[in-house]
């Protein structure tokens, strides 16, 4: 056993597929298959199934793969650090960013970055925020950006933005005149919004109850895009961020209205590993996405 048959392990389950992972690594799906039975021989039981034309991970291989995960995360670690003894200017910043933060948000701070940075490499995934917090825990990734940034004890937070909840609406509807509308007036209203385990939707049921609204929930979405569209359409109306919606209000696509009884602003965190070591490099896209470069 190998530190690079483990990364190919973990990219075969990350890019869930032996042929997305040989490409990853510039060899054939033949080798990796090679490889991952020989770490399977190594500890002497399987560590994936297929269900037809997925890939599923056994109880040992999800023990192997969390543990892979944490040995590549200390190995980065290692090498970013003697480059910071040797002086380079280098290494990878690895970031983990929920959807409606790295579609929207995060893009002008990254380019910003590189441009200053031009020898780091940044990486960039859009997930939900349980994986998030998991892979931060981990040591996956370096950060985090999340919406209402949890209080959980082996991470820590640095507030990164926030964002005003806005009424959206077709250009069609009835709301659309008003600039500013009052929470009671969604009572009863058809309604889309994002699925229960979503910290947003979290919030935005919570500042509903307080204010004893009762909507319609029309349908449910793990994403900001496909609420959006279904807006636009006239399935109904929502309650989002205002940043994810500024190229539809422009294009005359949607409407924003305020709510009355706000501004109900969105908190963003970046979020790391507590105890963790955070290298140069990360540190210095620390400073650009809080102001501090």
């Not at 892979?135 to 082996?154: C, E, F, M, T």
């Not at 539809?248 to 602003?265: C, D, N, Q, R, Y």
Request: positive net charge; proline residues 5%.
């Amino acid at each position: 056993m190998d530190i690079e048959t483990l990364k190919l392990f973990c990219d075969v389950i990350k890019l869930k597929g032996f042929t997305k992972a040989a490409a990853a690594n510039s060899i054939t799906q033949s080798a990796v298959s090679q490889r991952l039975k020989a770490l399977e021989k190594t500890f002497g039981i399987p560590l994936i199934e297929r269900h037809g034309t997925e890939l599923h991970l056994t109880k040992a291989g999800e023990v192997v793969y969390k543990g892979a995960r944490r040995v590549l995360a200390e190995l980065r670690e290692v090498e970013e650090r003697l480059q910071e003894i040797g002086g380079k200017a280098g290494g990878c910043v690895r970031v983990a960013a929920i959807y409606s933060v790295g579609l929207y948000e995060l893009d002008p701070f990254v380019k910003k970055f590189l441009k200053s940075h031009p020898g780091i490499e940044v990486q960039v995934e859009y997930s939900r925020a349980s994986k998030i917090y998991q892979d931060v825990a981990s040591g996956s990734v370096d950060l985090g950006i999340v919406a209402y940034p949890p209080n959980r004890p082996q991470l820590r937070s640095i507030p990164f933005r926030e964002d005003e909840l806005v009424l959206i609406c077709s250009p069609e509807h009835p709301f659309s005149q008003y600039e500013s509308i009052s929470l009671k007036k969604l009572a009863s209203q058809p309604f889309v919004t994002f699925q229960r385990d979503i910290p947003t939707r979290k919030a935005l049921d919570e500042i509903l109850r307080k204010h004893e609204v009762s909507v319609i929930t029309k349908a449910e979405f793990d994403n900001i895009e496909l609420i959006k569209r279904a807006v636009e359409i006239g399935m109904g109306i929502s309650v989002v961020p205002s940043m994810t919606v500024k190229s539809e209000i422009h294009a005359g696509l949607l409407k924003a209205v305020s709510l009355t009884e706000g501004p109900f602003m969105r908190s963003i965190a970046i979020l790391y590993r507590r105890g963790r070591s955070l290298s140069p490099a990360v540190k210095k896209f620390i400073a650009v996405l809080t102001g501090n470069d």
